[in-house]
């Protein structure tokens, strides 16, 4: 067993100040405020800020790499490099295509799931296929289709129970039925996104038991005063998650902070919705089926739509900050609030028992080191 001490330890439900993080093998043991003596070496970082590590549960890529269309080697090469961006655990996400290309990414995301080393892949988000082509922004209207079980218990089934999540637009043909059958029977979260809903479709789909809205505000019918919309019910329901991709692009300040004062850092997710152009430079890039460009950190398709983001989940917590909100709640939605949409036990917390995968900060908020399952992570380029 070992200790990290830091200045600064968010659990992030409390602050710890000048305190120890104790560790065993790859869990947390527990904190100590005071010099732990049954300790084989104690890393210190006196100046710097420890918390959980960030858990992106919507992402496409990033670094040239679509987890849709790229290899299973780009995918594991995707999950060595996300650390250093501060995430510990991930959700591949698939975008609309033909069944044959999401059974494609579902098998390597499955296979490259299996190889340690790196941001650890918690399971698939499909986002799509059973999408409004009214609302569908970047993804291909020409593959969308009314929701199919025989098609999604086959995606399921291959994914040998990877697939944990899914964005529908609940108003389709046979959406509400699809929504209660896949939660009732494979336990699968479902999303609402994409989506031309009403106020009491959306409702209606909340009762059937959706709890998460992807990118709230964006691909989604506009809150009108006498059609709140999608809008309008996730703010109000007190049950619901919702994601928000904080690059300040996608939502201006003022959204972001009425969105938090109406869920709270509880029930706000903090997501990147990153396409295989973040981190790199301007340039031509790829979203699924479609061509993006970037062009100074926008990523838009050839007719200009916004086609995910180019944002790091580090960058996305900074911006909260600059938004005018804490830092205790920056990193509540980028780790805590994540599993509790998604019930994710074991990761997201210091607290006895969990995973040791741990972000050291300093106060810039800077990456200074990352651990993944108790061991310092490195990564050379």
């Known amino acids: 067993m070992f200790a ?16 120890y993080v104790l560790v065993n093998g790859d869990k947390i043991f527990g904190i100590s405020l005071d ?8 890393h210190k ?29 780009d995918i594991i090469e995707l999950s060595r490099i996300l ?3 501060g995430v510990t655990a991930y959700m591949p996400s698939t975008v609309t295509d033909s069944s044959e290309q999401i059974e494609m990414a579902i098998k390597r995301i499955n296979s490259a799931s299996r190889v340690r ?8 988000h499909l986002e799509g296929p059973y999408l409004n082509p009214l609302r569908g922004g970047a993804q291909s209207a020409e593959y969308m289709r009314k929701p199919s079980l025989e098609e999604f218990e086959r995606f399921y089934g291959m994914s040998h129970g990877l697939v944990k999540r899914i964005t529908i637009a609940p108003e389709i043909e046979g959406g509400i039925d699809f929504i209660r059958e896949v939660i009732g029977r494979f336990g699968v979260k479902v999303s609402l996104g994409h989506s031309d809903a009403t106020y009491e479709q959306t409702s209606s789909a909340i009762d059937a038991g959706a709890n998460i809205i992807t990118h709230i505000y964006n691909g989604m019918r506009e809150f009108h005063h006498r059609e709140p919309g999608i809008v309008g019910a996730a703010l109000m329901a007190k049950n619901v998650y919702v994601e928000i991709i904080a690059d300040l692009i996608h939502l201006h300040p003022a959204t972001i902070s009425l969105i938090l004062k109406c869920k709270g850092s509880n029930k706000t997710i903090l997501v990147t919705d990153a ?6 430079k301007n340039g031509v890039y790829w979203l699924g089926p479609r061509k993006v460009i970037i062009k100074n950190g926008v990523a838009r398709t050839e007719d ?9 989940m580090i960058k996305a917590v900074q911006n909260i900050l600059k938004v005018g909100f804490p830092l205790k709640e920056a990193i509540r939605m980028a780790t805590t609030t994540p599993c509790n949409a998604m019930d994710l036990r074991s990761i997201g917390r210091i607290s006895r028992g969990y995973k040791a995968d741990v972000l050291i900060m300093n106060k810039q908020l800077e990456i200074v080191e990352v651990y993944i399952d108790g061991e310092p992570y490195e990564k050379t380029y």
């Open 4 to 19: 990290i001490k830091a200045g600064l330890i968010l659990t992030p439900n409390n602050v710890v100040r000048e305190g």
């Open 35 to 42: 010099k732990p003596k049954d300790v084989s070496e104690i």
């Open 304 to 312: 200009g739509i916004l086609a995910g983001s180019t944002i790091s």
């Open 275 to 280: 396409t295989s152009g973040a981190g790199l």
């Open 117 to 124: 080393g790196g941001s650890k892949i918690l399971g698939i």
């Open 45 to 73: 970082y006196d100046d710097c800020i420890l918390t959980p590590g960030f858990i992106d549960i919507h992402t496409h890529g990033g670094f040239g790499i679509d987890v849709t269309y790229s290899s299973e080697k």
């Open 83 to 85: 650390p250093t961006t």
